[in-house]
């Protein structure tokens, strides 16, 4: 489809949404999903080694090959949690039995078969999981047992997926994984002894799940950067999709114009067959119909190699480089640049923000906490201290005015022109020094790892496209991917609490969040 109809859908959809209503209407019988087919990949000698250590498509194809069964990889992932989730609180709730159970069953061909068959997963705790708590990490949702599955969870187990457990995050999906009093649960995987340093959030657990090789991939949710920023804090690939692409049917709720459901992996091959899965339209979501076909993206996250292993990309491509963007982290963003203008086929091009854009993306982006609120007002009313430390922030959507709101709406609707007609308008995917704009609009963003910082955290990238384009932003992470080895690197295990000890102690002081702070880093 063309760029230009993409465009047209994207703005009228936009439209609906933010008036409330959403585009209605069947799906195209084009519309039918691809049935997902893994290509036969190289598997690395540390996958062979130790199943943990498998991306989720090596996985695959090492069940395919029959070297590998689901139930000793499912196995693997039990004894990590076991080992190392008293330090690491990736895990909400554990379902060790019955993904056990559901491994060997895959084993024996019987159940559900599919493209994911045996392959254990992470699921944020705000989808519903049927018969499984699900509780947000709130006390507002702390009895809260779905009959049902989202729609995103049901198309992961359709395709044989197993729900190995439900990741921790931060409460209500606002701050990184807190008790609901602000005390820090879920670490970064590669600083587990030091709950300080930031592990991105409001999808931290399934971050750590997979970064600390406790799952073969997860998905989350992205409202204010939620699976691009843990996915940089923790040297993941997060693809977070274009508005509508995934359905949000069975999500508990933060902000009806901008949430969105998608993978947090370990490489773009990984994300690209989560989210080729879970992409779709779903008439439980109106959001999601009447949209442009999911193209083809593990074709997209397959990169392009001539005879002589020169990468290539698979069509030429223009990729913005703001102004700022070697303000932070200059040597390893300097580096990125260069590997990126060696790919044939990239065009690095400068653009220049318009003079509103701090106004537009900072002052506007308030009018989110007034759609937060709406869905909670009862619980408002009756019981606000179920609201924990991060209440201070939904007080204030209560207070953000009738007016205020309509006039954040026009903003929204000038910062989209700005971005499509501007900022864009020279390139075809941006690179970003955050994702609040994006996030604003609902375009699509992937966030992939280019090195670590002085103290060996992770450092990652953004990188914004245009309408509907998740296949563009697969095809430049996947090129990158192929010629760094930043996404194949993994943290070391916690530090043993004795070699007898079957499990480490638990971090004796956790650093806790104040209202104030919550709020300034709420999503």
Not at 159 to 168: N, T, Y
Request: aromatic share 4%; glycine share 10%; hydrophobic share 40%.
């Amino acid at each position: 489809m063309s760029r230009a109809l993409n465009r047209r859908v994207f703005l009228a959809s936009s439209a609906a949404v933010a008036s409330g209503l959403a585009l209605h209407g069947a799906p195209p019988a084009s519309a039918v999903p691809l049935a997902p087919r893994v290509p036969d990949i190289d598997v690395r000698k540390a996958a062979l080694r130790d199943p943990s250590e498998a991306t989720l498509t090596e996985a695959v194809v090492l069940m395919r090959r029959g070297k590998l069964t689901s139930a000793t990889l499912t196995e693997a992932y039990l004894e990590r949690i076991e080992r190392y989730d008293t330090t690491y609180q990736a895990y909400a709730e554990v379902l060790g039995d019955a993904a056990l159970a559901a491994a060997r069953k895959a084993d024996r061909g019987r159940g559900t078969g599919g493209v994911l068959r045996g392959i254990p997963l992470c699921i944020k705790d705000n989808y519903f999981t049927k018969g499984v708590p699900t509780r947000c990490n709130s006390n507002i949702f702390e009895d809260f047992v779905p009959d049902e599955d989202a729609t995103a969870v049901a198309r992961l187990k359709a395709a044989g997926g197993i729900v190995l457990g439900k990741g921790q995050m931060g409460p209500l999906a606002t701050t990184r994984a807190t008790l609901p009093n602000g005390t820090v649960t879920t670490v970064n995987a590669w600083t587990p002894e030091d709950p300080s340093v930031d592990p991105g959030g409001s999808s931290t657990g399934p971050a750590c799940s997979v970064a600390g090789r406790l799952a073969s991939s997860s998905i989350g949710t992205q409202t204010g950067g939620s699976i691009v920023l843990p996915s940089n804090q923790q040297n993941l690939t997060g693809l977070k999709p274009t508005m509508g692409r995934v359905s949000i049917h069975g999500v508990i709720p933060l902000s009806f114009t901008r949430d969105h459901a998608g993978p947090l992996a370990r490489d773009a091959m990984d994300a690209a067959l989560m989210l080729q899965v879970m992409a779709g339209p779903d008439a439980q979501d109106p959001r999601t119909l009447g949209l442009p076909d999911v193209p083809d993206l593990i074709r997209s996250a397959t990169p392009v190699v001539s005879r002589g292993g020169a990468v290539r990309m698979r069509r030429a491509t223009r990729i913005g480089v703001p102004a700022d963007f070697l303000s932070a982290q200059k040597e390893l963003r300097g580096a990125l640049l260069d590997k990126l203008d060696a790919v044939s086929g990239i065009t690095l091009v400068d653009v220049t923000y318009p003079a509103d854009w701090a106004l537009l993306t900072g002052t506007f982006n308030a009018a989110r906490l007034s759609e937060r609120t709406e869905p909670f007002r009862h619980w408002l009313r009756a019981d606000p201290a179920k609201f924990g430390v991060s209440l201070l922030s939904w007080l204030q959507g209560l207070m953000l005015s009738g007016d205020e709101w309509i006039t954040a709406q026009r903003a929204k609707n000038h910062l989209l022109r700005e971005v499509l007609d501007g900022v864009m308008g020279r390139c075809d995917v941006l690179l970003q020094t955050g994702p609040v704009p994006f996030d604003i609009l609902g375009l699509p963003e992937i966030a992939f790892p280019i090195g670590f910082d002085a103290a060996g955290v992770p450092v990652g990238a953004i990188l914004g496209g245009q309408p509907y384009e998740e296949d563009r932003l697969l095809e430049v992470a996947a090129a990158y991917q192929a010629v760094t080895d930043w996404h194949t690197r993994r943290p070391a295990d916690p530090v043993s609490a004795g070699q007898a000890a079957p499990r480490l102690k638990a971090a004796t002081v956790r650093p806790r969040l104040s209202a104030e702070e919550a709020a300034a880093a709420s999503a």
